[in-house]
């Protein structure tokens, strides 16, 4: 039994992302779907570990568009179905995401999208809310982890109501800090799945589900915008629309999402409690119109504080616009204005200084020297390390033979990444090696666009990247398209067993699901053959034999060629605490700062399991983390790195 | 001598394309590296001095330094450097090598030093289908499988690296004039090391005129006949003009040396030097007879090993025609002053102030003699 079941009437400790899978367990989801990426994963690893329990179909799709439309297909079996992924997810689902708003939804569906501000695990800080625009969705954002849960619960209950989906977003503070959350009942897990098709076209309930009529947006998008207005109308009366505050407030902020939370600090920070109202809002999209003229009419001033883009900000200033002559005009602060930055994460520093300029009053911020005091600190104390891998990851390995053999080639070949661990193939820690970057299987791509330059003069190799789990979700049609079209590059799928990043959450290569049960595993290097590639396989910790084949793989420019580089990731279960050597460095042999080294391992292989000892001049082993791959043994130019195999 | 270090080396050699490809800076750390024929940095070392740059043959090339120290006087205008005389030459009986360039005298002496131990090990160039190898050689047998000119750069001073860190002492080396002005600048301890001692024992000198780019040549060839079939490439004495490729199954293929020319990478148009100088010996073609060859003997050592090795049935020596000689002095000549006007014109030579490299630096007198 997990505590997530637990069905008792009392307050529990949760993750944001644990209130929203607890949210959609009392909502009588029966199906949850999802592709992991930070910071939503947690939202589908809590449903799969209570997937038995609560009779629940989960599944780590191959890709966010997948996943959305096996919880589509349980929503039009009359289940209640949640996909889960982060903001970067949706773009990839966004195609069927757009169908499915127009065809509508039966069991009541939730698309969890996790927004990350501030690009903490992203690499880049994209926002899912203006695809509830686009697509004429209705819009949830908790305030609070309760709200996390109860909205879920109510998401369910909504998209019954119109008929189609509903999205929730949460973002990374919310997802990943924990607050109290006091449980309501489970319901009982009899759901039954029927598939009605027999009904005429127009029957949303009993027909076929189909997206758009050709030429007839007057049968579907009519109705969809119905629903939409629909939402607006449930939402004036929405119980997770709150306001606090005086009756005429000096200043109305406007806010959402943790922005919430940190609104709540701030006011405390300067103690104005008595000058400014909040009105926190769930339903960010589309606004109730009359709950917002109502709180608009108390004052002149208002600030909207939400992060990143001005979304929230936006849809405000039409309502007031359209409602300018019964509300009067207003002042608008927040980021048009400048008084919040539309980049990054906020926090309650910065609504405090924004509130601060705006009210007129003093913010202490402590010492005026505490910047200052805590960069000082901060540079002594914490050791310097830039972006890198983990200590044995085979990425640092496969990077380094990439690197390698592509300086002495010599033709300035390069290599295009994508979303990984390898993105730190992009800085020293991965050797500079990564010269494109964007989304997932993006490298591969791109790679077969630069193999197709030859008859304008371009002759540099191209090599691409791409982790296991980043094979199937997106760089499969990539590679398809590249041998179809004769490009000459070479895919290296760095095969780490896993998606790594996120976890070592399954995905179609591994030979288990996200219920543990046993699937067919696919098998990368065959799938590359039947495509028509030539494909080797090699274990990146033979740095030498990995060099060999990769001078081997992109010396003749013809054809595109698949090395698989495998093996498992250092964090993995296994090989987490299972050194397969136990190294050493002996300190007579060791060159240190002299011409022939200068630091080699430390300096430019720089694995953080390799120590400089300042005092003695020589590397050592940092026994704490180093997990014995054995891969710097081989790295030494004088052998002073030694392995011993442990037994 | 003006040392700097390995981003100095890249900045001002590989990156302008003037790396002759031959092996000085390889092996000494694992900052470079050799790849089918050329020289690649893989990171920066960072360190202010470096003994890469110290031993490239591409820069701070103190000519009269390097000819104070091995001939003790300053650099000349000779086309062919500092020598004792000049002979022609031949493997004798006591050699057993039959498949050599020539006359086989660069086989016969370092066969001939390994056996009377004169070396104890020698770095000769040997070859993995076209692509040439550098070797370690330490019985005199082993010489018999690197007996074959090349033609194209190979990275063999890397070997001299290892052979010193194996802990060789009377290195025997084989060399071509970019490798040989090397040798010289590494065997006169640059850095200053403190418990330095020569690890040389015998630099025999090839003549050479360039040296291709692998890269270039092997498809080059590789278009012409099957490259797995060859047995030997020979470029014969002047007055032919082509380069003969044999094969396995008794072909020999022709290819015009105009064709050729045209791949000669532009590194080669600035080396001043066409019979490696610095050297014990120096060896090449005698022109008009391409079983004989022609010997420069330029050190008390060069003497005194050729003198021996002719006594004892390793080596025929006769007498140089002088009209080979003049055509010898009017080739090396040429290059020399061609090579000299080339580099001066690029800012290359003698260049003064902090921060100046130079390729080149010599005394004005000499410098003017050989431009004029």
Redesign the interface.
Known sequence: MSYLTDNQNKDYLLMGNEAIARGALEGAVSVASGYPGTPSSEIIEALSSVAKERNLYVEWSINEKVALEVAAAASFAGLRAMCVMKQNGVNVASDFLLHLASSGTRGGMILVACDDPGALSSVNEGESRTFARLVEIPLLEPGDFQEAKDITKWAFELSEEIRNLVMIRSVTRMSHASGNVRYGQLPDTHARANFRFDGPLSDPETGPVVSMIVGASELQHGPQQEKIKKAAEIFEDCPFNTYEGPEKPELLIITSSACNLYTREAISLLDVKDRVGILKLATTWPLPPKLMKRHLSCTDRILVVEEVLPILEENIKILAAEMAHEIGPKTFYGKNAGNIPSIGELNPDIVASALSSILDVRYETGSERFAEEAMLLVETMAPVRGLTMCPGCPHRASLWSI??AL????RKGFVCGDIGCYVAGVFPGG?NTVKTLHSMGSGSGIASGFGKFKQFGMDQPVVAVCGDSTFFHAAMPALANAIHHKSPFTLMILDNRGAAMTGFQPHPGTPVNAMGEETPSLDIAEICRAMGAKVEIRDPFDLEETQQTI?HLIEHQEGTKVLILRQACALSPERKDKPKYKMEVDEEVCLGEN????R?CT??FACPGLLWDEEKGVSKINDIICVGCGVCAD?C?AGAIKREEVV | MNVLGSNELSENVINRNLCTGCGACIDLCPYFKSYRGKTAMLFSCALPQGRCFAYCPRLEVDLDYLSEKYFERPYNSDPLGFYKSIVTSRAGKKFTGNNFQSGGTVSAIMYFALEKGYVDGAVLTGQESILPIPRIVMNPEDVLSCTLSRYTAAPTLSAVNRAIEEGLSRIGIVSTPCQTLSTAMLRANPLGEKDFTDPVGLVVGIFCTWALDFRVFEPFIASRVDINTITKIDIPPPPAEAMEIYTNNGNKIQIPLEEIRNLVPDTCSYCMDMTSEFSDISVGVLEGDPGKNTLIIRTERGKMIVDEAAREGYLIVDDMPEINLEHLKWAAGNKKKKALLKARKNGMVNNRGKDKISYIRLNNETLEEIIV
């Open positions: 690197h390698n300086e002495m080639d010599g050797f001078h011409c022939g080294c200068n080699f300096r430019i790295i130019p």
